[in-house]
């Protein structure tokens, strides 16, 4: 029988609950955020003992599906003010389905000013008070735990960022190789800290594991499904040879590579970062250009990077991450960048928000643009120890623009956009201005079909077709998130036919149901409009639906675009 | 005839505009509201180009009607992100209204990087860059323009925080002593910073004076309206022995004066800082225990602080102000108070702000409860020098609570609440909430009914009657800001029958009209009502009228009471 945990900090005691049954039919995003759409009020603090932090596996999960590993994390988000779900990859999303754990839901502050950790196996979750680890790095957390417990512990954790509560920190998850992938975007790590809960540990040792109502309609399903997945260009071909980085060219050539703070559409620097000068540094110096983030991913599109020794530098080396410090902060040197990342996972800060936020402190004077080393060294100075100025940075772009006065702050409800200018690839603007979460690629992706040729076309440049282009995805995203599939699934879920119907294939031979195309479309529908109800009553209004006033009023080289959807087209997003 | 000055700073240009006949009606807030509703992007940044800051004198201003001297000053304000109002006395609003400006708007920004002052005479305004006086503090602004273009000259002026566009600078303005007062509040003096405006100069010279179109008609009124305020015990006596100070003592003993950042209604050392203690030691050290903010001024509340060797320490030191730093920053020794306000006074800071903010602080353990050495270091060294931990500061208490992740942050519309505890006086709770700009007591001092038994009496630990309380004395406000009147006319006002007819009276003897009290409650209702309706277009709602969550759910002493409206019983503030 699937449960729920649910921990109270306040009273420090633990439960073990049955599912209700409006739930059993969710996972992932979609039980994360009916959960914290139930049980949170809109208007509470986000770091207050109102609050609640859940983390949920995927519809999918503990399956042996191809790529459905992945975790969601939810809570009303500190960074935003929104309602928030981050996914991530490791391992921590697959023990926790095989035990059994529809969800875990975290709630309450201790009153005494003490640290904890959580430890969940099949009997339930344990709290216990943590002194060792408090201040530690994520890597030297994911050590200790492993010593304590085993190498095969699972391991949540929050790095220096989430303890001091900056509103860009991460929740990190320890990975097949006992490095780092994040919870990032909207600043859960903080929601963590402010519970004062540095880790959760997870033991699966004699775990139930997941039943499979009809294992051989599930088999047929998911091998068509995998081969979906290898058979298309990009998630069978692109991404496991060059990484997400493969887009550095391609949105340098579109024009729509964000650069200097958002104030032009191409880096001069492109071709020292790209993804196929990274492949080939990568192979030289003997790292693995290849990489899964779980266990059973075929893309692959990770990787693990060494420096010039040879040596483990970094991993999960993404595309926004280098662009952000690349492109938008002008640092060519992808060395320096990996060293950041490699920080920045040690830390358990976002990297997406810390890079655009570093661009903005560079139009503000704080360093200068291109400084890779004081880079590195305010991640490690500043924010790593929580000086004044390092809880400035480490609160993310709208942070450092209300410190300095600066008005060029690309942020949407106060999260950073990422590396694809509004501008100039015009559908993914309707997502950063839509998404229930703030400025957001991955909740719609548009790229796809603007940039890609996934999906069909639609002109980036041109306003037609973008809205309906973003709320199709947005929709089809949020059904995708709650099943724990990557999202990189959607490139062969929008060409190839087969791919999509085995997916729901494999969703009805799970449970013994009978789900169709039309239920997961309204599956989609009902996690937006429930995120959307949250934020209503947070004092969300379309108002916030908006991009920044600068990219109305820059034009943006090297198409001279501008951000030029009037408020009532933008609108028009939310009639579904 | 009256005019508009209109200041472009992108173009460095600037123009005399005639007055719309939609305007003629209109001063003080009334007017900045309707032209900053009708000229002002709800949704801009409050730093950027779109906004304008707009000046004007009351309706009154210039007249010898008593306590009529009160310049407005307007703006989206980059604190709370609603539309803003700020009055001050001082010289400039008698002078502008004497030349005859109905209104000083300054759009645009420089594209330079340099600095700017503008200069007001009979002939327009003029544009001058600044070199000289760029970063220096208010005082030295103030005696080298005086030093340039003579004694008489009027000063409105930002400090080193202005400069800085922290959103908590005022602007300040030269009083009758060539010290200072202040347009706190929203933060104006940033908006001016951003427009790249150090100063701007006023020379009266040659100017036509304000006509009255029927003279005898106003003599006649103002005699009966300045022999209310002299007759009425608050505005006759309370307030010209003890200063706004007088307060403390009240209020503590109402168990209402927030203490420890509101964590009690009590402050153990409210003997050491009240206004008896104030006055005494004023008089000891000869110092002037009267003093008027604005020639006319019957009242005389303000007073000259001197320092133990009786030379001039500060001026204008008001109740919040002591209250902020001595009972919610535990600060018992007034003389360090008064210190921090001079210091205030020249970095142009608002006091009520930055001692909420302090508390914040302190309760983030940046430095102890009770330091007040410390505060006048960090105010010095940090806030004044532009450092990280400065700029943290220097934005006021949400951004203190930001920075640091502590919840307990009095703030509505991330404006810090002012002193006068809403839990124990629950009107002003009401006027908190609601207000257009974030928390003020100014908007409707419902202190005046709930405390001070004025215009009747209602129970502040009551919830009946104080919506209907604050709505009434928010409609007259409004009204009353237009004027040019000081706030302090409400007491008379509110308890003797003559001096409301009084105040019609003399408005309608100025301008040949025949306004009746109905008007004037109208003109009330249609200034929140534009202000309402920029701050919905700047995408705020009722959810955004509520008190943070602390004040729900921890009861204060000495009366163990809660915030306990609910949402439905806040909103229907709004049924007029």
């Given amino acids: 029988m699937d449960k729920i945990l649910r921990v109270d900090m306040s009273a420090l005691s633990t439960r073990i609950e049955t599912v209700p049954a409006a739930w059993a039919g969710l996972g992932g995003r979609g039980l994360t955020s009916t959960i914290v759409a139930a049980e949170v009020p809109p208007t509470c603090h986000p770091l207050g003992a109102n609050n609640k932090l859940v983390f949920a596996p995927g519809l999918l999960t503990g399956t042996p599906a191809a790529n459905s590993g992945r975790l969601s994390a939810g809570a009303k988000s500190p960074l935003t003010g929104t309602i928030k779900e981050s996914n991530a990859g490791g391992t921590a999303a697959q023990m926790l389905a095989r035990l059994g754990i529809k969800a875990l839901i975290i709630e309450g502050l201790p009153e005494a000013d003490k640290w904890y950790s959580l430890h969940v196996s099949k009997d339930g979750v344990t709290i216990?008070?943590?002194?060792?680890?408090?201040?530690?790095?994520?890597?030297?957390?994911?050590?200790?735990?492993?010593?304590?417990?085993?190498?095969?512990?699972?391991?949540?954790?929050?790095?220096?960022?989430?303890?001091?509560?900056?509103?860009?920190?991460?929740?990190?998850?320890?990975?097949?190789?006992?490095?780092?992938?994040s919870h990032g975007r909207g600043g859960l790590g903080a929601v963590m800290g402010s519970k004062k809960i540095k880790f959760i540990s997870i033991d699966d040792q004699g775990a139930p594991g997941v039943k499979i109502a009809d294992p051989e309609?599930?088999?047929?399903?998911?091998?068509t499904f995998a081969k979906a997945l290898l058979d298309h260009p990009v998630s069978g071909e692109g991404l496991p040879t060059y990484g997400t980085n493969v887009?550095?060219?391609?949105?340098?050539?579109?024009?729509?590579?964000?650069?200097?703070?958002?104030?032009?559409?191409?880096?001069?620097?492109?071709?020292?970062?790209?993804?196929?000068?990274?492949?080939?540094?990568?192979?030289?110096?003997?790292?693995?250009?290849?990489?899964?983030?779980?266990?059973?991913?075929?893309?692959?599109?990770?990787?693990?990077?060494?420096?010039?020794?040879?040596?483990?530098?970094?991993?999960?080396?993404?595309?926004?991450?280098?662009?952000?410090?690349g492109a938008d902060?002008?640092?060519?040197?992808?060395?320096?960048?990996?060293?950041?990342?490699?920080?920045?996972?040690?830390?358990?800060?976002?990297?997406?928000?810390?890079?655009?936020?570093?661009?903005?402190?560079?139009?503000?004077?704080?360093?200068?643009?291109?400084?890779?080393?004081?880079?590195?060294?305010?991640?490690?100075?500043?924010?790593?120890?929580?000086?004044?100025?390092?809880?400035?940075?480490?609160?993310?772009?709208?942070?450092?623009?209300?410190?300095?006065?600066?008005?060029?702050?690309?942020v949407v409800k106060n999260q950073g956009i990422p590396a694809y200018d509004p501008r100039s690839v015009k559908g993914i603007g309707i997502t950063y201005a839509t998404s229930t979460m703030g400025a957001d690629h991955t909740a719609g992706y548009t790229i796809a079909t603007n940039i890609l040729n996934v999906g069909g076309y639609v002109d980036p440049l041109k306003k037609e077709g973008q809205v309906e282009l973003s709320r199709n995805l947005q929709i089809a995203t949020a059904a995708v998130d709650s099943t724990g599939m990557c999202i990189f699934i959607a490139f062969p879920a929008l060409d190839i036919p087969e791919c999509l119907p085995a997916l729901i294939d494999m969703i009805n031979a799970r449970f013994g149901i009978a789900l169709?195309?039309?239920?997961?479309?309204?599956?989609?529908?009902?996690?937006?409009?429930?995120?959307?109800?949250?934020?209503?009553?947070?004092?969300?209004?379309?108002?916030?639906?908006?991009?920044?006033?600068?990219?109305?009023?820059?034009?943006?080289?090297?198409?001279?675009?501008?951000?030029d959807f009037t408020d009532e087209e933008i609108d028009e997003y939310w009639n579904f």
Same sequence: chains 1, 2.
Avoid at 130 to 149: H, P, Q, Y
Avoid at 217 to 223: G, H, L, Q
Wanted: net charge negative.
């Fill in 217 to 223: 309609k599930f088999k047929t399903a998911a091998r």
């Fill in 329 to 410: 902060c002008c640092i060519d040197d992808l060395d320096d960048i990996a060293e950041a990342d490699n920080v920045m996972d040690d830390l358990g800060i976002d990297s997406i928000e810390t890079a655009v936020m570093f661009a903005v402190a560079m139009e503000a004077g704080v360093l200068p643009f291109g400084d890779g080393k004081g880079v590195i060294r305010l991640l490690r100075e500043e924010i790593g120890k929580g000086t004044p100025l390092g809880r400035i940075l480490g609160n993310g772009a709208g942070s450092v623009g209300n410190a300095y006065g600066i008005t060029r702050v690309p």
């Fill in 247 to 325: 887009l550095v060219n391609i949105l340098n050539e579109a024009g729509g590579l964000p650069t200097r703070n958002f104030s032009t559409g191409q880096f001069a620097g492109a071709e020292k970062i790209c993804g196929e000068t990274m492949h080939d540094t990568i192979v030289a110096r003997g790292g693995k250009p290849k990489h899964g983030c779980h266990a059973g991913c075929i893309i692959q599109c990770s990787q693990v990077y060494p420096d010039k020794e040879g040596k483990y530098k970094t991993s999960g080396f993404e595309y926004e991450t280098i662009w952000g410090f």
């Fill in 128 to 181: 216990q008070e943590e002194t060792e680890l408090v201040g530690k790095g994520n890597f030297a957390v994911i050590e200790a735990v492993e010593a304590r417990l085993g190498k095969k512990t699972g391991v949540l954790t929050i790095g220096p960022a989430g303890e001091l509560k900056m509103t860009a920190a991460n929740i990190s998850v320890k990975d097949p190789d006992s490095k780092i992938r």
């Fill in 516 to 563: 169709t195309g039309e239920d997961v479309t309204n599956l989609g529908k009902y996690v937006l409009k429930t995120e959307r109800q949250f934020n209503i009553g947070a004092g969300f209004t379309n108002k916030h639906d908006r991009l920044p006033e600068f990219f109305y009023t820059e034009p943006v080289a090297p198409h001279n675009a501008v951000w």
